[in-house]
């Protein structure tokens, strides 16, 4: 298959199911690196069908959504290689491949520059900015002005779209704060101590059923969905996976860790809003308690975890570091127009289960 971009045409000349079913064939092989090195050819094809996808999702004004949920399946693969399962250990054979941290990086290096033409990262250099655009953002967030998708959402769902919206969620409900774990170790202080306790409470304090992640299996088992892990993967469009990539492309490198506060920060802040659509759609529907109760219990806990946030981990931050305290403020906003993407796919992947 010749891959040079002689014509728009020959994007359909891919079929990028085949080519992540190579892929995942590859994640899985014993020695991976060893293969290759013998066989460069197992990776060529591969290869070749990556640098055409990043050429047409990144260099594109208008990228093929395809191609988008293609990558972005591709670097969810790798980056879930960094949480542990419980499943087969062989699985996490080649979790320090050289050839999966190429792919890594070569996605991440090219979507991370094309987002960055969605985000204002102009620097604001003064502590009492900063101090204030935090300030100013959290309070817009904790009570936004209802938006288009939320009032579908609140008015208009069906519990045929509740269904799809849950299957979904779940990707991310199912491993919930998995993140955040990527950012605890390290030196003790006043801030790595409130991460702790926000993180010890998104884990139930070490109770299983009350781990944020149980209730939200509580709500697939009252609609005899399925609770196993990814079981809906195929259903996320490319703007949700976004979403979960880009969480890890933060916490996984220290020195986004100012972006990250910031990107967490709005998780905090936004969701109580957010989650109260989904309540409200469930109360509307006749739901029983337990097919809604996940957004309970985050509204009343991320209130709390908004104003730690806040006060106990993002000004503290602004006074250590005052010089690049404005990466949380990038952080924010760039989270915000994600989630919101995110949010607009969502709504667009139920309308369709619904009309359906």
């Not at 779940?170 to 605890?184: F, I, K, M, N, W």
């Not at 220290?254 to 802040?269: A, Q, T």
Request: aromatic fraction near 12%; charged fraction near 25%; hydrophobic fraction near 40%.
């Amino acid at each position: 298959m010749d891959l040079k971009r002689d014509s728009a045409a020959e994007v359909s000349d891919i079929n990028y199911q085949d080519v992540e079913r190579q892929f995942t064939r590859l994640l899985h092989l014993d020695n991976l690196e060893q293969k290759i090195a013998k066989n460069p050819a197992l990776k060529e094809s591969f290869e070749d069908a990556l640098e055409y996808a990043l050429s047409e999702a990144f260099d594109d004004a208008e990228p093929e959504p395809q191609t988008l949920l293609f990558l972005h399946r591709i670097l969810y693969r790798i980056n879930r290689l960094k949480l542990f399962w419980y499943d087969d250990l062989n699985n996490y054979a080649n979790e320090g491949s050289l050839f999966l941290f190429g792919i890594q990086s070569r996605i991440e290096s090219a979507w991370q520059n094309w987002e960055s033409n969605y985000a204002n990262v102009e620097p604001l250099h003064a502590v009492v900015e900063v101090r204030k655009a935090l300030r100013d953002r959290v309070a817009e967030d904790l009570d936004p002005k209802p938006s288009t998708e939320g009032l579908y959402f609140r008015n208009e769902m069906t519990e045929t779209g509740y269904r799809r919206l849950l299957a979904i969620a779940s990707l991310d409900g199912l491993v919930e704060a998995s993140q955040l774990s990527r950012v605890l170790g390290g030196v003790g202080n006043e801030v790595h101590s409130m991460l702790t306790r926000i993180f010890f409470e998104e884990y139930g304090k070490g109770i299983l059923a009350r781990k944020h992640s149980s209730y939200f299996s509580t709500m697939l088992q009252e609609f005899k969905m399925e609770t196993r892990p990814e079981a809906y993967f195929d259903l996320a469009p490319w703007e949700v996976l976004a979403n979960i990539n880009h969480s890890f492309f933060l916490c996984e490198r220290k020195r986004n860790f100012l972006r990250y506060i910031g990107s967490l920060l709005f998780f905090e802040v936004s969701v109580p809003a957010a989650f109260n659509n989904y309540k409200l759609a469930g109360k509307r529907l006749g739901l029983s308690p337990e097919a809604i109760n996940y957004w309970e219990v985050h509204i009343q806990e991320d209130e709390r975890h908004g104003q730690w946030m806040l006060d106990d981990v993002a000004l503290p931050l602004v006074e250590r570091y005052p010089d690049l305290a404005w990466e949380m403020v990038s952080g924010y906003d760039q989270q915000r127009f994600i989630s919101t993407r995110a949010g607009q796919a969502i709504a667009r992947s139920v309308r369709e289960a619904e009309s359906a």
